[in-house]
């Protein structure tokens, strides 16, 4: 099992930022896709970003323009990164990491829906205030 660990959370007021780290315990083809997800209280688990190990990127509508992902698996090492830009208070959720195998014929959608992923970590809070 791949081991996930989040850091980074925190409380920001409205157009603040904060910056999400996720390291795993591998970076091997259970890791080649890795995506972020979040959860608010009394609501789904919805994703928010993906990275594959190609380096491709994917984003759910509600924080293209203001989130990036990417990742670093330089020398070993294998950790992914949310930069959260011009934060509103609907993004206030508990954030999780996640990763998978990717398949090539996955979709888009496939690749940002919490069903597709095998390990997920514990998740690190974010809180945004207006």
């Known amino acids: 099992q791949v081991q996930l660990v989040e850091s980074g959370g925190g409380s920001v007021q409205a157009g603040g930022s904060l910056r999400l780290s996720c390291a795993a315990s591998e970076n091997t083809y259970r890791t080649n896709l890795m995506g972020w997800f979040r959860q608010a209280p009394g609501k789904q688990r919805e994703g928010v970003a993906a990275i594959a190990g190609t380096g491709t990127t994917y984003y759910a509508d509600s924080v293209k323009g203001r989130f990036t992902i990417s990742r670093d698996s330089a020398n070993a090492k294998n950790t992914v990164y949310l930069q959260m830009n011009s934060l509103h208070p609907e993004d206030t959720a508990m954030y999780y990491c996640?990763?998978?195998?990717?398949?090539?014929?996955?979709?888009?959608?496939?690749?940002?829906?919490?069903?597709?992923?095998?390990?997920w970590g514990q998740g690190t809070e974010v809180t945004v205030s207006s």
């Open positions: 996640a990763a998978t195998r990717a398949l090539s014929w996955m979709t888009p959608t496939q690749r940002l829906s919490a069903p597709t992923y095998n390990d």
